[in-house]
């Protein structure tokens, strides 16, 4: 992608124009800018940056607050601004939570001079943020990424620190935003917070389709995902160890030096129809998804798994897991399972009839249409011309 060093000013007086906004998002600038040498896309930077690019396209000025990697600060992509943090690894132990990282943060925040701050996601950021915009007086907009964002006790958060400030950042947020019901319902039970229910950003249906299973050919099932405990990519292994006849290809950074990364790595070298592939470029999905004949989500939790709506688009099945609100189930787009046994028996009733497979590819794209950019980005900016409806502070 071509970078350039800034983006014109929007035309017209501050009552004419769209509020600016600006992303926390330090993991964003690998999708932002499609620099394939930096690691680490999961959903939530994709969906920031796919909205992004939807709100800019209507004309909102959008900035990004990334990590430092060596890129010009404030640099232009496809229109999209993106102010440097700090170097990921950089900083004093004991001392780099405050500097450089808070301080980064804010000097950041302070060079994007946004109307409106958003934050996707429950951690440090989101609270650091919140105290930055309260000082400012600028509205955030806290938008849950994953369904333990909306629990108490945040289980995915390891320390009191992050615990206490994704919950500042949860309180003291102008607008919440929940991905679907269940999180909605989550909010109001676990802090009395009212929210705004959004569904996940697709691409909508796509021209190119999933093969579907052909006599003669081995089934191939894709998962997709961070190689850690709660995406449970041990579960895929058990599943392929009872499908021997199903080939199955899995999508995530496996070279990691973790103790669960060896563990699958050893795993899947005693099982000849495991295939590992390594973290990819988000560039290269497309291609495993319209490969395969079956995704395989194996996750404790979630949010709205992009992987879902990046599989649907193509009129791939799921056979998952974790169903966000039983759309899966409900709309016959694949199969559920609470347990290996389940989940492996769901991919053989799926792949094993043409006719399955077909009414499930079918059911897939019109779940790929319910997620339409259009409609999805309609909602949020209501969200933020609300917030801030005349434009300018």
């Not at 209507?58 to 607050?65: K, M």
């Not at 592939?277 to 404790?300: I, K």
């Not at 688009?313 to 998952?320: A, D, H, R």
Request: hydrophobic share 40%; with cysteine; charged share 20%.
């Amino acid at each position: 992608m071509t970078e350039q060093p800034g983006i014109p000013a929007v035309a017209g007086s501050p009552a004419q124009r769209r509020p600016s906004v600006c992303w926390i998002g330090l993991g964003s600038y690998n999708v932002l800018s499609g620099r394939g040498d930096i690691r680490h896309v999961g959903g939530a930077e994709v969906q920031r940056v796919r909205i992004s690019r939807e709100l800019a396209a209507r004309g909102y000025p959008v900035s990004f607050v990334t990590f430092d990697h060596g890129q010009a600060d404030g640099i232009a992509h496809e229109g999209i601004r993106a102010f440097k943090s700090y170097q990921e690894q950089a900083g004093l132990r004991g001392l780099k939570f405050i500097h450089p990282r808070w301080t980064g943060l804010w000097a950041a925040m302070s060079r994007a001079d946004s109307d409106i701050y958003l934050v996707r996601g429950a951690d440090c950021e989101a609270g650091q943020a919140a105290l930055w915009c309260k000082l400012h007086r600028r509205p955030l907009v806290f938008w849950c990424a994953n369904d333990a964002d909306c629990q108490r006790n945040f289980p995915l958060l390891r320390t009191w620190r992050e615990r206490n400030l994704a919950r500042l950042g949860l309180k003291l947020a102008d607008a919440v935003v929940a991905q679907t019901a269940t999180q909605a319902r989550l909010l109001r039970e676990e802090f009395g917070l009212a929210s705004v229910q959004i569904p996940n950003l697709g691409v909508g249906p796509s021209a190119r389709s999933a093969s579907p299973p052909t006599a003669g050919r081995r089934p191939r099932v894709l998962w997709a995902g961070r190689i850690v405990p709660e995406k449970r990519c041990d579960w895929l292994l058990e599943i392929a160890a009872l499908q021997p006849d199903f080939d199955f290809n899995v999508v995530g950074p496996t070279d990691q030096d973790t103790p669960y990364a060896r563990q699958i790595r050893d795993r899947a070298a005693a099982l000849p129809n495991v295939h590992l592939h390594g973290e990819r470029p988000y560039s290269e999905m497309p291609r495993f998804y319209e490969q395969a004949q079956a995704l395989c989500c194996t996750s404790r939790a979630e949010g709205f798994p992009n992987t879902f709506l990046e599989a649907w688009s193509v009129g791939l099945p799921v056979v998952t897991s974790f169903d966000p609100d039983q759309i899966v189930a409900a709309g016959g787009a694949g199969a559920v399972g609470g347990d290996i046994a389940e989940l492996s028996r769901g991919l053989g009733r799926l792949l094993g009839s043409a006719e399955a497979w077909s009414r499930a590819s079918t059911a897939a794209r019109l779940c790929a249409e319910a997620h339409s950019p259009r409609q999805c980005v309609d909602k949020f900016a209501g969200v933020l011309d609300k917030l801030r409806p005349h434009g300018g502070r």
